[in-house]
């Protein structure tokens, strides 16, 4: 009598955590954030067919001063859609450390022993309404987390000192961009590709060097 084979449980488990500025400047860029994360997104659905050993899960938060908004919360890949247009509106102050500190800390509730991170952070200014968090307190966060094998992102605009502010974040991982239409759709393409990159890493078991997030083939 023959035994039914189970199909095997899948052996790693990938956190996706996307922070994106939501702050009036970027109003500029209204548009291509808006298709670069829906772009984004779709990578990530598309790395859940592609890798389906990995589970892919998506917790994706825009934020300003008046509001942080969760669109997606632990979310499995595939169970996720496409934002509609008024999801994302631009306006208000910069809680950049408040929005790093909620979401950390959200996904490290979630996480189980041997689960992977990817924290991908995009702005275009620099922190200036928080009211929780502190840079101390969110650098402390992270500098625990890196030991734990997560990997953080830091995404800004030309008019920044983005290498300087992802060093007072201890953030290896950088990458500067043109605020303008053209310069944010490369920025989002490159990350896209670097995603792809760090998964496939992954998969082999190879991981990436420090510092080597963002380069170019």
């Known amino acids: ?44 659905r598309q790395l859940q067919k592609k890798y389906p050993d990995h589970t892919q899960l998506v917790t ?29 509106n631009p306006c208000g102050g910069t809680p950049l450390y408040d929005s790093i ?16 991170v990817l924290v991908t952070i995009i702005t275009d200014g620099e922190e200036n309404s928080s009211e929780e968090w502190t840079l101390k307190m969110v650098r402390t966060m992270i500098e625990k987390l890196k030991k734990q094998g997560w990997t953080f992102t830091l995404i800004g605009t030309d008019n920044l000192d983005v290498e300087s502010m992802a060093h007072s974040f201890a953030i290896d991982e950088h990458l500067e961009f043109q605020q303008d239409e053209e310069g944010t759709k490369a920025m989002f393409a490159r990350e896209r590709h670097s995603r792809v990159r760090f998964n496939c890493c ?4 190879a991981p990436m060097d420090k510092g080597s997030f963002f380069k170019e083939d």
């Open 202 to 205: 992954l998969a082999e078991g």
């Open 1 to 44: 009598m023959k035994t039914m084979m189970q199909d095997p449980l899948p052996t790693k488990r990938v956190h996706n955590l996307i922070i994106v500025d939501e702050s009036g400047s970027m109003e500029v860029i209204h548009k291509q954030a808006f298709t670069g994360m829906n772009e984004t997104l779709q990578t990530v």
């Open 101 to 116: 500190g909620k979401g950390i800390s959200k996904v490290n509730a979630q996480i189980e022993e041997d689960d992977h």
């Open 60 to 88: 994706l938060l825009t934020f300003d001063s008046g509001h942080t908004t969760w669109h997606y919360d632990n979310a499995s890949a595939l169970k996720t859609r496409g934002l509609s247009w008024r999801a994302y």
